[in-house]
């Protein structure tokens, strides 16, 4: 009987052993790029609160612009809940043919856009690149009452 006990206490053990591990082992967030149409090959819209994929979708992503002139991005960003308002910032990165963000100063990024959202309720979010040097983008957003936010 002693070595029954013993042995389902070993097994038990084990099991917590395996389960304490494997949960402390999550990859890191990956932000969700959702987009569509022919924005999607070269340009996202990233959530950088993971919780954001269940309460706010983008739509109707566009750019505007030929060389030599600004870059104009837009896009339609919709809460999609029935019963929560949404107070997000939305903010975009513009890089230019090589990839390289055109704006790396401090302060010279453009700045975040504040979103108050009601159930069901779209904003229409655009932003032009300062220079024209800019061939891409990618537009962030994030909820606005995080500590780093600044507001």
Request: hydrophobic share 35%.
């Amino acid at each position: 009987m002693p070595k029954q006990i013993l042995s389902l206490n070993l097994l038990a053990l084990t099991a917590i052993a395996t389960l304490a591990i494997s949960g402390c082992s999550n990859p890191p967030y990956d932000s969700k790029n959702n987009v569509s149409g022919a924005a999607a090959t070269s340009s996202t819209v990233v959530f950088i609160d993971k919780d954001l994929r269940r309460t706010l979708i983008a739509q109707d992503t566009s750019v505007a612009g030929q060389t030599g002139t600004t870059l104009k991005v837009a896009a339609t960003l919709r809460n999609i809940t029935n019963d929560q308002a949404l107070s997000i910032q939305v903010q975009t990165q513009f890089f230019d043919a090589n990839h390289q963000s055109l704006y790396t100063n401090v302060g010279s990024e453009t700045a975040w856009q504040n979103f108050t959202l009601t159930p069901g309720q779209a904003a229409y979010y655009k932003q032009n690149s300062l220079t024209s040097e800019a061939r891409s983008y990618q537009i962030s957003v994030r909820y606005m009452n995080r500590q780093d936010a600044g507001n």
